[in-house]
C-alpha cells in the first residue's frame, strides 16, 4: 500500500507565503512523478505543479514566477513553496504520487490553504 500525507496548510494574509510537503510512504519502488493539485469551492482541481523524478517540472500559468516545487528523492518528498499568495489561491491542496509503468495514482487527503485579502 502507498499512503501520501500532505502538510503545512493554513491561513495567510494575501502577499504572504507558505510551504506545503508531501511524503510518500509505504510500497514506493518507482515514482515516475509528483505533483500538486488544488480544488477551490464550486471549482474543478486543476493542476498546480508537478516535477518528474529526473527533476523536470510543470507549472500552472496561475503560479509560474510565485511557486516553486521541488523534491528530495530520497525521501519521497514533495514541496510546494508558495509566494506572493492571492485570494484567489485559497483552495484545498492535494499531492498526487505517480508510479510505476502503469502510472498507477495516489493521492493525499489535501491540506486547505486560504489566503485572506
Known amino acids: 500500500q502507498v499512503q501520501v500525507v500532505e502538510s503545512g496548510g493554513g491561513l495567510v494574509q494575501a502577499g504572504g507565503s507558505l510551504r506545503l510537503s508531501c511524503v510518500a510512504s509505504?510500497?514506493?519502488?518507482?515514482?515516475?512523478?509528483m505533483g500538486w493539485y488544488r480544488q477551490a469551492p464550486g471549482k474543478q482541481r486543476e493542476l498546480v505543479a508537478a516535477i518528474t523524478r529526473g527533476g523536470s517540472t510543470n507549472y500552472a500559468d496561475s503560479v509560474k514566477g510565485r511557486f516553486t516545487i521541488s523534491r528530495d528523492n530520497a525521501k519521497n518528498t514533495v514541496y510546494l513553496q508558495m509566494n506572493s499568495l492571492k485570494f484567489e489561491d485559497t483552495a484545498v491542496y492535494y499531492c498526487?504520487?505517480?508510479?510505476?509503468?502503469?502510472?498507477?495514482?495516489?493521492w493525499g487527503r489535501g491540506t486547505l490553504v486560504t489566503v485572506s485579502s
Open positions: 509505504g510500497s514506493i519502488f518507482r515514482f515516475n512523478a
Open positions: 498526487k504520487l505517480d508510479q510505476g509503468v502503469s502510472h498507477t495514482e495516489y
